[in-house]
């Protein structure tokens, strides 16, 4: 069964870090892209990184901030987030698109930013 494991969410004031650890139960190389979006209450989904073909995407709202970070031996991905917004609050989900499923979503990571 293809699963992915979010953790790392949590309280953080303005201005500070988080690393979210997104855990993929199968080899990762079956994955065409990997990636975070968020969702903040009240609002749809939205992207904010991927890697896909070896290029690695970012939101234009979180470009210069986070960093999506790949770890294919451990089947990890990581979304590093610094100098973080109150805006950045949300519950982020880990995406993969696979070969043959299609797209596969984590269960969500609650991150919270305080001003």
């Known amino acids: 069964q293809v699963q992915l494991v979010e953790s790392g969410g949590g309280l953080v004031q303005a201005g500070g870090s988080l690393r979210l650890s997104c855990v993929v139960s199968?080899?990762?190389?079956?994955?065409?892209?990997v990636g975070w979006y968020r969702q903040a209450p009240g609002e749809q989904r939205e992207f904010v990184a991927n890697?896909?073909?070896?290029?690695?995407n970012y939101a234009d709202a979180v470009k210069g901030r986070f960093t999506l970070l790949l770890d294919n031996a451990k089947n990890r991905v990581y979304l590093q987030m610094d100098s973080l917004k109150p805006e950045d609050t949300a519950v982020y989900y880990c995406?993969?698109?696979?070969?043959?499923?299609?797209?596969?979503w984590g269960q969500g990571t609650q991150v919270t930013v305080s001003s």
């Open positions: 890697i896909r073909g070896g290029t690695t």
């Open positions: 199968v080899n990762i190389v079956n994955f065409r892209s």
């Open positions: 995406n993969g698109f696979h070969r043959t499923i299609g797209d596969v």
